[in-house]
């Protein structure tokens, strides 16, 4: 049996971060815990996911949103966060893109 669960189509507002920053997988989770309850107070926000890439010196955040006017009126607090956030980390934002995201499937614990 598989235990997967597909969501609806969302929109995705990544982030692209760059910069040397010493332990950036650790930053990332601790600067994703301390905005994840900030962020669900937003209508619309669906998920968040933190990659990065301590050798290339990059990351991508990407946040996850019902609709776009969901992504776009969060966008302004959303930004001064993240700018905030990147900064006490040494990185800087150096670009954000808009995505579609029609398939989207979570596959739970030990699920195949």
Same mark, same amino acid.
């Given at each position: 049996?598989? !235990?997967?669960? /597909?969501?609806? #189509?969302?929109?995705?507002? @990544?982030?692209?971060?760059? =910069?040397?920053? &010493?332990?950036? !997988? &650790?930053?990332?989770?601790?600067? !994703? ?5 900030? +962020? ?6 669906? =998920?968040? @996911?933190?990659? #990065?890439?301590?050798?290339? &010196?990059?990351?991508?955040?990407? /946040? ?12 302004? =607090? ?6 905030? +956030?990147?900064? /006490? @980390? =040494? ?12 398939? +989207? &499937? ?7």
């Amino acid at each position: 049996m598989r !235990a997967a669960r /597909t969501l609806p #189509t969302v929109i995705a507002a @990544v982030s692209i971060v760059r =910069g040397a920053a &010493e332990g950036m !997988a &650790e930053a990332g989770r601790l600067a !994703a815990d301390a905005v994840r309850s900030w +962020l669900r107070d937003y209508d619309g926000f669906r =998920g968040l @996911v933190v990659m #990065t890439d301590e050798d290339g &010196e990059k990351a991508r955040i990407i /946040t996850f949103w019902a609709t776009p006017e969901a992504e776009e009126r969060a966008r302004p =607090g959303r930004g001064a966060m993240r700018d905030k +956030l990147v900064g /006490t @980390v =040494g990185m800087e934002v150096v670009g954000m893109e808009l995505y579609e995201v029609p398939v +989207l &499937e979570v596959l739970a614990d030990g699920a195949r």
